[in-house]
């Protein structure tokens, strides 16, 4: 009798020690599954996207654009030239960047912060990178100049807000609202402070290939104003360790600076620079966590 009785109650207690864990279940908070790649890489085509570097990740970037096509044989449709941009971004944390370069334009060197705010989840529907940018141009006085040029002229400021969100594992889009704050400008062609909304996104046609594109429109732009907005499309291939794009563009400039404010050429008159972007990243900490 005594021993029915205490199997009785130990059945008991593991049918209540059973349903507690399934209210425990129940009640717990289901975990947020966050979107991930919704772009390859760091970059669209010239511009930047809502990705960051993981923790501890050092990528190296070598962007190259040759001369426009329309320069016809002599320049042999554009390779004769040819424009660069070397840089390297750490990733402080998952959701921190600081980055770093120079591009031969205008002897531009560049640095910048991004800070992903906002991760697309089931929760959340979009998104959020902001990005800031510094840069200097070194190259010499212009002849033409008329007035001393200080390395305080020479600065400009981006400031960028990403938005973007992954619609399929085929589909991501993007907008980009920008100012762009030039120190010193020539006040008959253009405003110290450049508003533009840029337009971005990316399809995945294969496992590793994907077609990218985007498009900056520029407000507040002075009629005499000689520049063009920036359109630039893209094929991404991932191989490995590293993402190679090939670009086409008509834009020369690497720099938020230069191919937001200062692109000199119409992309539908032949002024199409061909190109592309090579990003390799390397693990150079260890991430603790895992």
């Known amino acids: ?9 130990s059945i008991t207690t593991l049918y209540g020690q059973d349903d507690l864990l399934k209210e425990l ?12 790649s919704t772009f390859k890489g760091t970059r669209l085509v010239n511009g930047q996207t809502i990705e960051t570097k993981g923790n501890g990740e050092l990528e190296f ?26 840089g390297l971004e750490y990733g402080i944390t998952d959701r921190l960047g600081v980055g770093i370069g120079r591009n031969s334009v205008d002897k531009t ?14 929760r959340v529907p979009i998104t959020i990178t902001a990005f800031g940018n510094a840069a200097v141009q070194t190259s010499p006085k212009k002849e033409d100049a008329t007035f001393d040029i200080t390395l305080q002229d020479r600065m400009s400021y981006t400031g960028q807000i990403l938005i973007a969100r992954k619609f399929s594992s085929m589909l991501s889009l993007q907008i980009m609202p920008t100012m762009v704050h030039k120190n010193t400008v020539d006040q008959s ?27 900056y429109y520029r407000f507040n732009v002075p009629d005499q104003n000689p520049y063009y907005n920036s359109l630039g499309f893209g094929i991404d291939i991932e191989t490995g360790g590293h993402v190679f794009q090939l670009v086409m563009t008509n834009s020369r400039g690497l720099t938020e600076r230069a191919f937001i404010t200062e692109t000199t050429g119409e992309f539908f008159d032949g002024d199409i620079h061909l190109g592309f972007n090579v990003t390799r990243t390397f693990q150079v900490k260890r991430d603790r966590k895992k």
Do not use: W
Not at 109 to 119: G, N, T, V
Not at 189 to 198: M, S, T, V, W, Y
């Open 25 to 36: 279940e129940e009640s717990a908070p289901e975990e947020n599954v966050y979107t991930l």
């Open 109 to 122: 060197i560049d640095s910048y912060l991004r800070y992903k705010a906002l991760r697309q989840s089931e």
């Open 1 to 9: 009798m005594r021993v029915a009785l205490l199997f009785f109650l």
């Open 61 to 86: 970037i070598f962007a190259h654009r040759f001369g426009a096509i329309n320069g016809g044989i002599y320049e042999l449709f554009g390779l004769d030239q040819a424009f660069v941009r070397l």
């Open 189 to 215: 062609i253009e405003n110290n402070d450049q508003f533009a909304l840029g337009l971005g996104g990316r399809l995945k046609v294969s496992r590793s290939v994907s077609l990218t594109s985007e498009y």
